[in-house]
């Protein structure tokens, strides 16, 4: 029988090495950089190249990645275990290779990529030379795809793309993008749209407006019109009209890691919380001695490690059984489960700092903002819901019978004829 809570004890020499390596080199450069996705700043090559060689050299580069993408062909428990300490920072993915959108576009480049696309965009991709954007929602459509109004039409060999994208994020320093657009608007509704690679130079992209969360002012959140953007009819993924395969491929990976990161990241909150509760003193004593406290501390410990379970456990089946669609209901429940453990966590820790912890000196009020992203990102928390209850209960049967089979009568009839003969003075109508 197999059934272990530990880690190998080679990886967790790993896992050591990465905590002290992302809390002493990586967390600071969340304070002195901007973006970890503008590869091209000069500052961010001066100091994040270097980082990355470090975690090259420790074989520890682009786990997700088979070895013949120059990865370690790690399974998704191993990533879990890795990405619940990469969470903590902003800059940690990237300086390991593993940050979204580019690794879920990776690999749908891997999967239905043409050799041409593979050495044009996925290569230097997995080097971090260049990132991508995945340009699918639109401003009216929001979680509902079927409803997208952007299209893409042949004319001659080329696909002639028309229509508006919402918070396709990083579009500012994408080398390509992939935008999802209706392309056979004849066939039956998850067969009409394609996926299609556009490099961001081509004519008639532009960028509205790239926009911020919450009250941050610009962020690289771009609102993008497509105004007749030509591009070769090659630089289609995959079949045309099979973007939703395309994009289950893609999103299953990148829910579950969403989740595995936001680990580290409510953890962070928690060890906030806790180091200021048993440090300020209030009232005569500690805050940590105040009861209303410490159920604050118990409850934020209970959900982060039951969350933790569920994200691992979610990560064994995945490697278990090598495809999405198996898992399909757990990982609904991992992102339907992943904004509210976050949310209160943040929220708890941004109390007990008081007013500090509702300042901007603090990370907190990021951190609620970001929970809500997490709500609406990959689907909104309500469509993840539906997926778990639809799924669950088509493990159940009805009962065809005027009172089910657990009506309690019932069961104290069924309970007296399979042991009656062998108890004295057993009465079946007590």
């Known amino acids: 029988m197999a059934w272990d809570f530990e880690t190998d004890a080679e990886f967790q020499k790993d896992l050591d090495w990465i905590a002290e390596f992302v809390r002493t080199e990586v967390e600071p450069l969340d304070h002195v950089l901007g973006s970890p996705y503008d590869v091209k700043n000069p500052n961010n090559i001066k100091l994040v190249r270097p980082l990355q060689e470090k975690v090259k050299a420790r074989k ?64 230097p991709l997995l080097d971090n030379e260049i990132v991508s ?88 959140h771009a609102y993008i019109r497509y105004t007749n953007v030509r591009v070769p009819l090659d630089h289609v993924l995959g079949e045309p009209g099979g973007a939703f395969v395309v994009a289950q491929v893609r999103l299953g990976g990148g829910r579950i890691h969403h989740a595995m990161r936001t680990i580290a990241d409510a953890k962070k909150a928690f060890d906030m919380m806790c180091e200021r509760v048993i440090s300020r003193e209030t009232q005569g004593s500690k805050l940590s001695e105040k009861q209303m406290v410490q159920e604050k501390i118990a409850d934020s410990w209970i959900e982060i490690e039951q969350f933790r379970l569920l994200v691992l456990r979610t990560a064994w089946l995945i490697d278990k059984h090598k495809d999405y669609r198996v898992v399909r209901k757990d990982i609904a429940a991992v992102k339907a489960a992943m904004p509210k453990v976050l949310h209160d966590v943040a929220a708890r820790a941004l109390h007990l700092h008081g007013s500090l912890g509702l300042s901007n000196e603090m990370p907190f009020t990021g951190q609620v903002i970001s929970s809500f992203f997490l709500g609406l990102a990959d689907g909104p928390t309500e469509v993840h819901k539906v997926t778990v209850a639809k799924q669950v209960l088509r493990e159940y049967r009805p009962s065809n019978e005027l009172f089910p089979a657990y009506h309690l009568p019932s069961v104290r009839k069924h309970a007296f004829e399979k042991y009656g003969d062998q108890i004295e003075d057993l009465d079946p109508a007590a």
Not at 101 to 107: F, H, I, K, V
Not at 155 to 180: H, L, P, Q, R, T
Not at 191 to 206: K, R
């Open 133 to 220: 954007c995945f340009s699918m929602t639109e401003p009216q459509g929001g979680s509902d795809p079927l409803i997208f109004t952007t299209t893409a039409v042949r004319e001659g060999n080329e696909w002639v793309i028309n229509g508006e994208k919402w918070f396709s994020s990083n579009a500012k320093y994408a080398a390509f993008y992939i935008v999802m657009a209706v392309t056979e608007p004849n066939a039956p509704p998850y067969q009409q749209q394609s996926m299609i690679i556009v490099p961001a130079e081509t004519p008639g992209i532009e960028i509205i407006r790239n926009v911020g969360f919450g009250s941050e002012g610009e962020g690289s």
């Open 60 to 123: 520890l580069w682009a786990c997700h990645l088979g070895p013949d993408l120059g990865g370690q062909g790690y399974g998704q428990v191993k990533l879990a275990l890795m990405n619940e300490i990469l969470g903590r920072s902003h800059f940690a993915p990237t300086v390991f290779g593993c940050q979204a959108p580019d690794t879920g576009n990776a690999e749908i480049l891997a999967h239905y990529g043409t050799p041409e696309q593979k050495k044009r965009y996925l290569q």
